[in-house]
């Protein structure tokens, strides 16, 4: 058996399947997994979450981004994880590149200053979140964040423009009734009605914070079908995530501000 | 003006303004036109706006009311009644703006004081007590306190540059990171302060004070609106030598995809020809021109705090960005959607019909007679 403990994910080729250094063979999420159950013993404070992004992986399917809205269960507008599409080269010679832009969760955010209600803070495990019920909706941080990882709610449902019919049967009333129904962003179920929080809020990826709670990787990370996304705890010295961020070509975004990012890309 | 002629527009603009805010009320933002990345637009543009009228009128009250200038004798309660009415309508803008208004409650008492919407907030509620109680004195018959307006004058200071510093302190957006924004916004204010006052007293106000106020006021306004054109061109002009396209691009937005609006109103009309025509002794004589000329001003800095405002917000963060996700403000364009322009028409309508029920009843206008016969 090959010495694993040297394979590492970022010196393979990107289009093998990353394999955990512990447990060849294995799918990766499993061994983040098992990381997660970990961290899930320690105090939140001693978590340090952080996403590794595989940008040689990543094919811009936009699974994230959909898995995303539906486990956010979010409206039209709103958006945690776009993937950014970017075209390189001249034709002939051309590429593409797709970054996954989610919520770098900085520690030293430009957004939660800005806010004139402490609405948005950092959380003892250092995922800045938003309280919808304090948020007065002013979007001064949307203003203040460098990613633009934050959007609005305008309180806009898929199914707006659906025709009305029997209620009981078709029409926008008994479309409308998924979109309705409560999320559990931050652990609390919210229906959607009328002007009620979260719309009128800004919202914002929060690394599935509910899912974390639970010891469940974020969505957007179990469902990347290149497994170009990693999810853990950085403060564990065996995690993946501890690994792949202290690679040489491992970078983050917009550094020269001082954001401190929690999620790095890798090139 | 005609006070009937005056009357009817601004019943007519708030009838339109009425039919926005029940728009705005019951639909919440689902009928704006901002978005996530143009995520402050008409409203709050105006709010910049009327606040900064407000704030000039106070300052210029104070002329009055704390330096004792003669040339502005007896214009303190019309100063404040102005003051009063167009930072009510300023407030109006920014509450139609909040997702939550029923919440700004919160913004008092659990403020986060580091916050710039916050010291906004402080910051004109502060200022707007020391205007209402000045006038209160004023209208009780009256001066006010010295301390009243000592504390008026300097809030006013800070919240004249604060929407500025609000913006400015935005690392995130080049357009606006820049300490000209603060100093700015408190030219403008003294600017359009002196503007309204221009076109009150020109439409409403008696002949013999126009005209010894205008002596004065004309000169100053062109010194400010020399300022004003010399701040532009320093915004402007140094995005544009920088040549980063983060504050490059906005400006040659501005500059020619709105060739109408930025070089006709807010330039020519709004700042050069004032400028020329004010700096003109003989103008002073002229009541309707002054007003007219004050309108110009209004129009044209009403179009400068928007260029400002809104070109900042329509730059990708990231190159990408914008067309990576479709859905409702998840774009870079903007133009204000009907309920926008209803809501303004009604905010103006507001000012419109606040000035004139100020003339005709609580008589801001009879302190300068009384002051006149007085003297």
């Not at chain 1, 512990?22 to 061994?31: E, F, K, N, P, S």
């Not at chain 2, 501005?254 to 020519?268: D, K, R, T, Y």
Request: with cysteine; aromatic share 12%; glycine share 10%.
């Amino acid at each position: 058996m090959a010495n694993v403990q040297e394979v590492s994910p970022v010196q393979k080729a990107p289009s093998a399947p990353v394999e955990s250094p512990a447990t060849t063979g294995q799918d990766v999420l499993v061994r983040m997994k098992k990381e997660m159950e970990t961290a899930a013993k320690k105090k939140p404070e001693e978590r340090r979450w952080v996403m590794v992004i595989d940008l040689r992986r990543c094919v811009g399917c936009h699974a994230c981004t959909v898995a995303c809205i539906s486990e956010n269960k979010l409206p039209p507008g709103v958006v945690y994880r776009p993937v950014i599409i970017k075209e390189k080269g001249v034709y002939p010679k051309v590429s593409m590149e797709f970054l996954p832009r989610p919520c770098m969760q900085c520690d030293n955010p430009p957004c939660t200053e800005v806010c004139p209600v402490n609405a948005t803070h950092k959380n003892d495990e250092g995922i800045v979140v938003m309280d919808y019920d304090q948020c007065i909706g002013c979007r001064a941080c949307i203003e203040a964040c460098p990613y633009g990882a934050r959007t609005y709610d305008f309180g806009h449902a898929y199914t707006d423009d659906t025709p009305n019919g029997f209620d009981f049967l078709v029409g926008q009333k008994k479309a409308e009734v998924y979109e309705r129904n409560a999320n559990i962003e931050y652990g609390v179920k919210r229906e959607r009605k009328g002007q009620a929080s979260p719309v009128g809020n800004v919202r914002k990826c929060h690394f599935c914070l509910h899912r974390l709670t639970a010891g469940i990787l974020p969505a957007c990370t179990t469902t990347c079908i290149g497994r170009a996304t990693f999810f853990g705890d950085a403060n564990d010295k065996s995690s993946l995530v501890h690994e792949l961020i202290a690679k040489a070509n491992v970078t983050q975004l917009k550094q020269e501000l001082g954001t401190k990012p929690r999620v790095y890309y890798i090139l | 003006m005609n006070k009937t002629i005056a009357y009817s527009i601004g019943i007519a603009a708030l009838l339109l303004g009425l039919w926005g805010f029940f728009d705005r009320l019951v639909y919440g933002d689902a009928h704006a036109a901002y978005g996530s990345f143009v995520v402050w637009g008409l409203w709050v543009a105006a709010y910049f706006f009327l606040g900064g009228i407000a704030v000039g009128c106070f300052l210029w009250g104070s002329m009055d009311l704390l330096f004792d200038v003669p040339a502005f004798k007896g214009i303190g309660k019309t100063a404040l009644w102005a003051s009063l009415v167009t930072l009510a309508a300023g407030l109006m803008a920014i509450g139609f703006d909040l997702g939550h208004m029923e919440r700004i409650w919160k913004a008092y008492l659990q403020a986060n004081l580091h916050s710039g919407v916050a010291e906004d907030v402080w910051g004109y509620t502060l200022f707007g007590l020391f205007t209402l109680i000045a006038l209160y004195q004023m209208v009780k018959g009256s001066r006010p306190a010295k301390v009243v307006v000592i504390l008026g004058f300097m809030t006013a200071l800070y919240v004249a540059g604060a929407p500025g510093k609000l913006l400015g302190v935005n690392a995130a957006r080049m357009y606006w990171h820049t300490a000209l924004l603060p100093v700015q916004f408190l030219f403008f204010a003294l600017t359009t302060g002196a503007a309204m006052l221009m076109v009150i007293y020109s439409f409403w106000g008696t002949p013999s004070k126009a005209e010894q106020l205008f002596s004065v006021l004309n000169r100053a306004t062109a010194v400010l609106l020399f300022v004003d054109l010399y701040l532009v061109w320093a915004y402007f002009g140094q995005g544009l030598a920088g040549d980063m396209p983060e504050v490059a691009n906005p400006i040659h937005a501005v500059m020619s995809g709105h060739p109408f609006l930025f070089w006709v109103v807010q330039i020519f009309l709004g700042l050069l020809l004032p400028m020329v025509m004010l700096a003109q002794r003989k103008t002073a004589l002229n009541s309707s021109l002054v007003g007219i000329m004050g309108l110009c001003i209004l129009i044209g800095n009403m179009v400068t705090r928007y260029f400002i405002l809104v070109p900042g917000q329509q730059e990708d963060l990231i190159e990408g960005l914008s067309t990576a996700f479709h859905g409702h403000g998840y774009t870079l364009a903007y133009a204000p959607s009907i309920t926008e322009w209803a809501v303004f028409s009604g905010l103006i309508g507001i000012v419109i019909i606040g000035l004139l029920v100020g003339a005709d009843y609580l008589s801001p206008m009879c302190q300068c007679n009384k002051s006149q016969k007085e003297a």
